[in-house]
């Protein structure tokens, strides 16, 4: 055991360090390998603290894709404020930040997403995170387009499954980041001019 793990950490610490515990477990057996257990044995924890900070198995998966996405978005909005208040501009920011993060964490994400599915409360969950994209990318979008705001809202679905799509095609080796990204902004430019 590390001395991270041996020592008496605050509340806020320990989450975060299981959090990244269970990002590695993720990463390098899968999410069927994710039991709070496993997580409590891997990060040198009791059960009982597992269990304290997330009570089901959903709950840690729940977590976990609300960390990635926490700091994914985070992320994103540290660029846009420093982005010029230009079209092309804002969906180069837009198309890497999201392609970046794929590279980053788009395996892992992918299997968290996935393992999320079949359980009404996870799900709804996984909505609510697509959704907090599709409001980002219609805030910072609606300065550049003249297109009714229910429409607007219409492309940034449109626009989070296309990048989606292409960042499957990343996965896949199909495509590299930068060439994603492009293929991305260039959508996005041409859906909203």
């Not at 390998?33 to 040198?44: D, F, V, Y």
């Not at 892992?108 to 599709?134: F, K, N, P």
Request: aromatic share 6%; glycine share 6%.
């Amino acid at each position: 055991m590390t001395e991270t793990t041996t020592k008496r950490l605050p509340k806020a610490e320990r989450r975060t360090q299981l959090l990244a515990t269970a990002q590695q477990i993720v990463r390098e057996e899968g999410t069927d390998a994710l039991t709070l257990g496993h997580l409590a044995e891997r990060a040198g924890v009791s059960k009982p603290i597992t269990y304290g900070h997330f009570q089901t198995r959903p709950g840690l998966l729940v977590a976990l894709a609300r960390e990635l996405d926490d700091r994914h978005i985070e992320a994103l909005h540290e660029a846009l404020k420093r982005t010029r208040p230009r079209l092309p501009e804002v969906a180069r920011v837009i198309s890497s930040a999201y392609m970046h993060c794929y590279v980053t964490v788009g395996p892992e994400w992918l299997a968290i997403l996935a393992a999320l599915q079949g359980d009404s409360e996870s799900e709804a969950v996984a909505q609510e995170l697509q959704d907090r994209y599709v409001t980002i990318y219609r805030n910072a979008l609606a300065p550049f387009s003249s297109l009714p705001p229910r429409e607007l809202q219409r492309r940034c679905v449109a626009i989070l499954g296309a990048a989606e799509a292409l960042g499957r095609e990343l996965f896949r080796g199909r495509l590299d980041e930068p060439a994603a990204a492009t293929t991305l902004a260039s959508l996005i430019v041409a859906w909203l001019s």
